[in-house]
């Protein structure tokens, strides 16, 4: 079984892979000073609750936006697992032409959603990820990385207006009931996710233009949900879009041999 780990800023993603399906997953709050023996641990608990031991997981294939958690990651698959992390970066096939100025610059988790949005739904598309930040990813019709845009996330957003302005609240985020609020929760409300929404129609629909025709939109990110309700351009939402595109790379960089075990592994009969 693969484990896959999308670690981002707000929050880590862990998904298990048995074969090509997501058998689990768990969504974590990001502790930047976590080491690999609290990373053990809590993987451990999660396995557990469904019953499933460490030695299950052979496999580990790692996302990552903060390099300080990277080696506490890889350092945990060591320790707990007995594998070697495959962290995605330079030097790892992913099977996509990054069309980038310096393709370094691009986060691990924008090209692993790139490629598996192309792979899932073709191209041209375009992601959309809606996380701490909030990053627009466009995939040419023959499955080149062309770049896109960045914006800040809806929760950088309201936390923002919560320490900045005196006497605005925190707020919950979730769909307004109209444009027009009749409260300062519910104007902020609205003010956020449905200008998110309107931002996303510009910006996608400006990349269309750009792009010379029209693109597939896919929505990930744990607010994808909320705020794909309000935009019209967004076609699918796939909140886990991220662990897909993992398990593809990894896939994608196995040794021929074993890339052939488990396709005779995949053929095998399942016994109830």
Request: charged share 20%; hydrophobic share 45%.
């Amino acid at each position: 079984m693969l484990l896959a780990v999308d670690v981002g800023n707000t929050n880590i993603v862990w998904g298990v892979y048995r074969s090509r399906e997501l058998a689990f997953h768990w969504r974590t709050t990001t502790g930047r000073q976590a080491t690999a023996d609290e990373f053990g641990m809590l993987l451990h608990q999660l396995c557990a609750f469904h019953g499933l031991g460490l030695a299950a997981l052979r496999a580990c294939a790692v996302a990552s936006v903060v390099p300080p958690l990277t080696p506490a990651i890889e350092e945990m698959a060591r320790r707990y697992l007995g594998v070697e992390a495959l962290v995605v970066g330079p030097g790892v096939r992913t099977g996509m032409d990054v069309r980038y100025e310096n393709p370094r610059e691009v986060g691990a988790d924008r090209i692993v959603n790139a490629v598996a949005a192309f792979e899932l739904y073709g191209g041209p598309c375009i992601v959309v990820d809606l996380g701490t930040a909030t990053t627009f990813d466009v995939v040419s019709a023959r499955g080149e990385y062309l770049g896109g845009a960045i914006a800040p996330g809806l929760g950088i957003s309201t936390e923002a207006l919560f320490e900045r302005a005196a006497r605005l609240p925190r707020i919950e985020l979730v769909r307004p009931r109209s444009a027009i609020g009749k409260n300062t929760v519910a104007s902020m409300q609205a003010g956020i996710v449905l200008g998110f929404a309107g931002m996303i129609d510009s910006l996608v629909s400006r990349i269309k233009r750009e792009l010379g025709g029209d693109a597939r939109v896919v929505a990930t990110g744990g607010l994808a949900d909320l705020v794909a309700q309000e935009a019209r351009t967004v076609e699918v939402v796939n909140p886990l879009l991220t662990l897909e595109g993992l398990r593809l790379v990894y896939e994608r960089n196995l040794p021929r041999e074993e890339e052939q075990g488990e396709a005779e592994e995949r053929m095998k009969p399942t016994v109830p």
